[in-house]
């Protein structure tokens, strides 16, 4: 659990229950919620002025796409992990990162966020 | 032999006496004159004096006999020679009648030439009779009549072919008159069309009963008749002697004399009553088929042999809007989609060399330009001799049918995605649960009242189609397990009507499942006279921002609120619930009970 101990976080997730797990999780593998958003617009807020390390971000928003917030946060320079409840076909096209189907395992989400923090400082 | 007397007509022998001199020049005078006739005519004389049984012959009948000048022997037994032997009896009884009734006598014989040759002769005879009454003398006149006999002979020789030339061509034949009415029918129209030959003779083709022919029909048919012009085919329908309708046909041709004189009309006809029949049946069948392939909801078509089309119903050219010009060979086709042109030409092209069955899907273009899918499905044609004819087949719109396809697929799509997502948040539960209570039995019992509560969401989306649900609905249902029955006034709910869409309704659900149980366990709900009032207010924003809902929780009359824990679970939730709609979440533990405020704007309807 230490190879993510310390790293800061953006959750961005519409649904409160698994935005509650989620954050838990990331707490337990020594992480620091750095900020957490349901929708897209504060989450663009957040991805502007936040300092964080990586973004799990859900691709769907209340039937909206990530696609500007990914663009954003890729455009800083920093790795995201994708949540997807509606199979590969939700990723994203212009942004590459792993991703990861719900439901999950809490290993399978680790293991997305090492691998993208890994391709970004390879 | 004595000739002197022989080619006068009148008895010779019998002449007065007078001035013979002058007489004899005169007579001399005549008989030349007479004998020039007679050679002209081919005529030969003869006289026979039946009591001398002599028989004396001119050189003209000697030479009708074949027989050189003065050949011929003088009796009667050497004429009876010369009669051919088939002939020879009807001459004897002719002559021998003639000489008892002393009447004159007209025969028609042949005599064999001694080269062989046979002769057709025409011969008069007359009788003289003696002093005594009894008769004495026969003088006569013959013909060579075999020219015209040999030509008698070819007319009925000829007559007979046509007649039988008519007989195989035909059913039956007939001629009319110069006035067009019937003088001969053959007998086979009793047989072939019930009508005797009898009821025809005497009477005009339009004298007869008949049925189904105009006015106007006859009016040109008897035109044709008027300019004694040839006709062919001309039907028309008969009503024979049985009461039955016969249709005919009638073929003519005028017949006009030596002289050029219209003489009447002459040909045959035929009983046609059995091809009008089939080919009306045809016909009715054929149209029967238009009528249906024109009503039917499918398209139809025809190809010949070829792979030509040569027919589509009318449902065709409505459906793509092309024209009868447009579809000849294999213009239907420029209805089909570029991108499906090539792969049904090829369908079909193959099915056509095969002469198999073959079904292909494409796009057509519908006559407003946009295209619909078909499906185009064809059997080969064959001939009752086992020839290829072409193919039958049918092209059915099946756009429907492909739209439901996807939407169907979509459905199965968003189903999959719910499930996941149902999965995602029970896993979340889970272990939301687990980290609060991770005792088993109070795991048990608390996961198992959260897992209710999304339950219940999910029986209120699922009657509305998962297009939503009602406030008052979510929180009646959510409340209804903390509520016993002798305590329904613990509970009171109150707002306008409101409809939630499927996630915000979730959401709904499982914080006011956290509220309920908080309330039960250590607020309102816990005390006898413990009040839960769950309300809602609906407020109009200015366009285009939605309505603004404030739903409200407040306790009363339970044990004063405990402090609050920023960190549990339900308030977590309560906050996070905010974030998701877009809104804010106030709780205030006092005294007097929880109170507990969220505000949101109301997420338009789901799509659907």
Same mark, same amino acid.
């Given at each position: ?122 | ?449 959260? @897992? +209710?509560?999304? !339950?219940?969401? =999910?029986?209120? $989306? &699922?009657?509305?189609?998962? *297009?939503? %649900? ?44 956290? @509220? +309920?149980?908080? !309330?039960?366990? =250590?607020?309102? $709900? &816990?005390?006898?006279?413990? *009040?839960? %009032? ?75």
């Amino acid at each position: 659990m230490t190879a993510l101990q310390g790293i800061r976080v953006l959750v961005v997730e519409d649904e409160p229950m698994l935005s509650l797990a989620l954050q838990d999780l990331l707490v337990d593998c020594g992480c620091v919620v750095a900020g957490a958003a349901a929708r897209l617009e504060p989450a663009l807020d957040l991805a502007r002025t936040l300092a964080f390390d990586i973004a799990v971000l859900d691709a769907n928003l209340g039937g909206k796409r990530v696609d500007p917030l990914a663009e954003e946060i890729a455009a800083r320079g920093l790795p995201i992990v994708f949540v997807t409840g509606y199979g590969l076909d939700g990723a994203l096209r212009n942004v590459r990162a792993p991703v990861v189907e719900k439901p999950y395992q809490d290993e399978t989400l680790r293991r997305a966020m090492i691998q993208a923090l890994g391709q970004r400082h390879g | 032999m004595d000739r002197s007397g022989v080619g006068a007509m009148g008895p010779p022998g019998r002449d007065a006496p007078g001035d013979v001199a002058k007489i004899g020049k005169a007579q001399q005078a005549g008989e030349d004159q007479l004998r020039f006739i007679l050679q002209a005519g081919r005529m030969g004389t003869w006289e026979w004096n039946v009591e001398t049984g002599s028989v004396c012959w001119s050189p003209e009948l000697e030479a009708i006999h074949g027989l050189a000048p003065g050949a011929f022997e003088g009796t009667f037994a050497a004429f009876q020679e010369d009669i051919h032997p088939e002939d020879r009896e009807h001459v004897l009884r002719a002559v021998a009648s003639s000489l008892e009734q002393a009447r004159d006598h007209h025969i028609e014989y042949r005599i064999v030439r001694p080269d062989r040759r046979v002769r057709w002769v025409e011969g008069r005879g007359k009788v003289f009779s003696g002093p005594s009454g009894a008769p004495s003398r026969m003088v006569g006149v013959c013909m060579d009549v075999t020219e015209r006999k040999t030509a008698e002979e070819a007319l009925r020789e000829s007559e007979s072919r046509f007649r039988s030339l008519a007989a195989l061509s035909s059913d039956w034949y007939w001629e009319q008159d110069e006035h067009f009415r019937f003088t001969d029918f053959s007998p086979a129209v009793q047989d072939l069309a019930g009508s005797s030959v009898a009821s025809h003779i005497g009477k005009t083709r339009w004298e007869l009963p008949t049925v189904g022919v105009t006015e106007e029909q006859w009016a040109r048919h008897r035109a044709v008749l008027e300019r004694h012009e040839p006709f062919r085919n001309f039907e028309y329908c008969r009503l024979n002697e049985r009461g039955d309708t016969i249709w005919m046909a009638a073929n003519g041709d005028p017949i006009f004399d030596a002289a050029g004189r219209f003489k009447g009309y002459r040909g045959t006809g035929n009983n046609i009553t059995e091809r009008r029949r089939v080919e009306v049946a045809l016909r009715e069948s054929e149209q029967r088929f238009r009528t249906m392939a024109n009503a039917a909801p499918a398209m139809l078509w025809i190809t010949e042999a070829d792979g030509t089309a040569s027919f589509l119903s009318r449902g065709w050219y409505e459906y793509t809007g092309q024209r009868g010009g447009d579809v000849h060979e294999a213009g239907w086709l420029q209805a089909v989609h570029p991108d499906d042109r090539e792969t049904a030409a090829g369908v079909f092209g193959d099915a056509n060399a095969e002469r198999k069955p073959f079904s292909v899907d494409y796009r057509l273009r519908r006559a407003s330009g946009d295209y619909g899918w078909a499906i185009d499905a064809g059997r080969p044609r064959f001939g009752a001799d086992g020839a290829f004819l072409g193919f039958i087949g049918s092209v059915i719109d099946i756009t429907e049918r492909k739209q439901a396809e996807e939407r169907q697929k979509l459905l199965l799509d968003e189903l999959n995605h719910r499930v996941k997502n149902t999965l995602a948040i029970i896993q979340s539960i889970a272990s939301q649960t687990l980290r609060e209570t991770p005792q088993p039995a109070a795991f048990k019992e608390a996961f198992s009242a959260r @897992l +209710a509560a999304l !339950a219940g969401a =999910h029986s209120l $989306l &699922t009657k509305a189609l998962w *297009r939503g %649900a009602s406030l008052r609905d979510i929180v009646a249902v959510t409340l209804t397990p903390f509520v016993s029955s002798s305590r329904q006034e613990a509970v009171d709910i109150g707002g306008p009507a409101v409809v939630i869409e499927p996630n915000a309704a979730v959401t709904l659900c499982l914080v006011l499942h956290e @509220l +309920a149980t908080n !309330a039960a366990k =250590h607020g309102a $709900l &816990t005390a006898p006279d413990g *009040r839960i %009032a769950v309300s809602w207010s609906r407020t109009e924003q200015a366009a285009p921002q939605p309505p603004q809902i404030e739903l409200s929780w407040i306790e009363r009359g339970g044990p004063p609120a405990g402090l609050p824990n920023k960190r549990g679970f339900g308030s977590r939730l309560v906050a996070a619930s905010a974030d998701q709609l877009g809104g804010e979440a106030a709780l205030e533990f006092n005294t007097r009970g929880l109170e507990a405020r969220l505000r949101f704007p109301l997420p338009p309807p789901a799509r659907q």
